[in-house]
């Protein structure tokens, strides 16, 4: 981690475009200049990205898609012993995650290049990221998150209103709000809330989602580039996808869930020598030994509903092809 940050600081005083892929733990990030990007790392930042063709792959070719969630009741051991933790007073907001097996006629390269989201990724047939979610985002000195917190099937009758008026996922929203706000606070002034629990719409392969985002903002100093890579391992991990307060829930994390998260929730990004781009990488899939997995996961409180939280679970395995 401090080889990076120093890495980071270094190009980003020298205001040298570069690549970063920093993993949940942060324990094994990833620093390129843009020269030296191998040819097996594909990327898409909105819009920045580093290929020139897509011919190979037919977007409007069918294909299957099949998800083999975790059983309910391996599910509702790992959910019970987060709202221990809850009760105890331990941490009052966990993002709980599980691996979904999945089976697909898809590559990883396929699914990077026939996906629509803002941040894509496809790490050397290892695993492919296509998420919706930015994490921070660096114009003129200007630093600023939205962190989504909040999905519901958007075919549901009165989809935006059910969101909207939900009591639990209104107080995960607040939570995360003030977390994110905090957070901003350790590496800029004048830290404000901009739009607060706004939708926005999700198309994938199997249904329509609706998932709340709110914007906050900061300003930095002027010197930012010089000291980059400090601002970014500040902020991590992420908040919407570990908890509050963040130390303590983490450590939870580790307890209950029964998997390495690796790469998944961490974030990737961009910077072009002057701005810079991010996403947190949820919408994960990894090839593994055993078949392909599909990583996802949701905010755990003490007003949440295990079957809803489980359902969440699966409706966040999809592919956003259409």
Known sequence: MEKAIKTMNILGDAKIPFLFIIDFEMKQPIIYKMEDIPENLLFDINGINNYKSENTFNKHLPFYFTKKPVAFDNYQQAFNKVIDHLNYGNTYLLNLTLPTSIETDLSLQSIFYRSKARYKLCYKDEFVVFSPEIFVQIQENLITSYPMKGTIDANIPNAADIILGDEKETAEHYTIVDLIRNDLSMVAKNVKVEK???????????????????????????DYTKHIGDIIFRLLPAGSISGAPKKK??????????????????????????????????????????????????????????????????????????
């Open 196 to 222: 607060f629990r706004y939708i926005e719409h999700l198309i994938t392969s199997d249904k329509h989602l609706l998932q709340l985002s709110s914007k906050i903002s900061g300003e930095l100093p002027s």
């Open 249 to 322: 829930t983490i450590e939870i994390i580790h307890e209950v869930e029964p998997y390495n998260r690796g790469y998944y929730t961490g974030i990737m990004g961009y910077f072009d020598g002057k701005n810079l781009d991010s996403g947190v990488m949820i919408r994960f899939i990894e090839k593994t030994p055993q078949g392909l997995i599909y990583k996802s996961g949701g905010g755990i409180t003490t007003m949440s509903d295990v079957n809803k939280e489980y359902q969440e679970l699966i409706d966040k395995v999809y592919v956003p092809i259409t």
